[in-house]
């Protein structure tokens, strides 16, 4: 499956640990995207990077909230300190850098806050 | 932040094409419209874009308004596997708006 892969699909942890996500995009893209989604709600935009650079946050978020790209091709996300609100499916995109061109989505984190 | 509006929920009979409404009328002369959609515990899925002229995929077709203030998705010949949240989405700069999209119930 050549498709954007995240790790790992659950994840359970109780309230004030620190937790991270790993994305892999399609071999090719150059820009890769995360998005936070909640219960009956639309993914929502949290950053995305143009190679290794981070080009653009939300203001959702918050200075909990960590992500990277080192070289350019996979991706993580760190989340310290977490709470409750944090409970949410994580969403890993990339596209190509044309930027009328779709995002490819993964199949999401879900994160469960005990 | 949302620039486009979909009814909330819609049925189609199995077989019958499917057409979902998107009514984005802030929309600028540069700015394509994307539909996808999300079948539970899955990401979303990447169905079909356009600027201004129609579109038609193995997937689906998307006809748009010639003043590009709506526009439609049609499923020719809707299966029960069809039944998902469908999301129409302006792209602003980088980010994607997804609002909360349109459930769609394929009936038997």
């Known amino acids: 499956d050549t498709g954007v892969s995240q790790d790992p699909r659950h994840k359970i942890t109780k309230r004030g640990q620190n937790v991270t996500f790993r994305c892999d995009p399609i071999?090719?893209?150059?820009?890769l995207y995360w998005y936070r989604q909640t219960l009956g709600q639309g993914p929502e935009f949290l950053t995305y990077?143009?190679?290794?650079?981070?080009?653009?946050k939300s203001r959702l978020l918050s200075d909990r909230f960590s992500a990277e790209r080192p070289k350019g091709s996979f991706s993580t996300l760190e989340i310290q300190r977490t709470e409750q609100g944090d409970s949410a499916m994580y969403l890993c995109?990339?596209?190509?850098?044309?930027?009328?061109?779709?995002?490819?989505f993964g199949d999401g984190t879900r994160l469960s806050i005990l | 932040d949302a620039k486009t509006t979909q009814p909330p929920s819609m049925d189609c009979a199995e077989g019958r094409a499917a057409n979902l409404p998107c009514n984005h009328s802030?929309?600028?002369?540069?700015?394509?419209v994307y539909w996808y959609r999300q079948i539970h515990s899955q990401g979303p899925q990447y169905i079909i874009h356009?600027?201004?002229n129609n579109e038609t995929n193995e997937m689906a077709s998307l006809i748009i308004t010639e003043d590009r203030k709506s526009s439609t998705l049609i499923l020719p010949h809707a299966t029960l596997r069809d039944t998902a949240v469908y999301y129409c989405?302006?792209?602003?700069?980088?980010?994607?708006?997804f609002g909360t999209g349109t459930s769609l119930t394929v009936i038997p």
């Open positions: 995109a990339s596209s190509l850098f044309d930027s009328n061109q779709p995002q490819h």
């Open positions: 071999s090719e893209h150059n820009r």
């Open positions: 990077f143009q190679n290794e650079a981070q080009l653009e």
């Open positions: 802030t929309i600028s002369g540069n700015e394509y």
């Open positions: 356009g600027l201004k």
């Open positions: 989405i302006v792209r602003s700069g980088n980010q994607f708006y």
